[in-house]
């Protein structure tokens, strides 16, 4: 297992949020407001990805993963209008 922070900020309000680990996917909601974070644990050989999209024309976001078992963090930007980001890390 391994501990693994997921993280989504930026100058958008708010987002829609879903995280995916290995096969299931959950979506955290579609209107939440940032700084967002969860601490979540995955087994070691399965892939987590986070995703998200803003839902104004003007802001920017980014989504950032960080744990035990990454040794740099995994980071997506986004300074277009209606801004998606997606980080992956891939299982061990």
Same mark, same amino acid.
């Given at each position: ?11 958008? +309000?708010? #987002?829609?949020?879903?995280? =995916?680990? /290995? @096969?299931? %996917? ?23 990805? +986070?995703? #998200?999209?803003?839902?104004? =024309?003007? /802001? @920017?976001? %980014? ?30």
């Amino acid at each position: 297992m391994r501990t693994l922070t997921l993280l989504v900020e930026g100058t958008q +309000l708010q #987002a829609e949020i879903a995280f =995916e680990i /290995g @096969d299931t %996917r959950i979506v955290v909601g579609d209107l939440l407001p940032l700084p967002w974070t969860r601490t979540i644990s995955a087994a070691s050989d399965l892939d987590v990805r +986070l995703t #998200a999209s803003g839902k104004e =024309e003007f /802001g @920017d976001l %980014r989504c950032r993963i960080t744990g035990d078992a990454l040794p740099n963090p995994i980071i997506d930007y986004d300074p277009n209008p209606y801004p998606a980001v997606e980080c992956i890390v891939s299982g061990l």
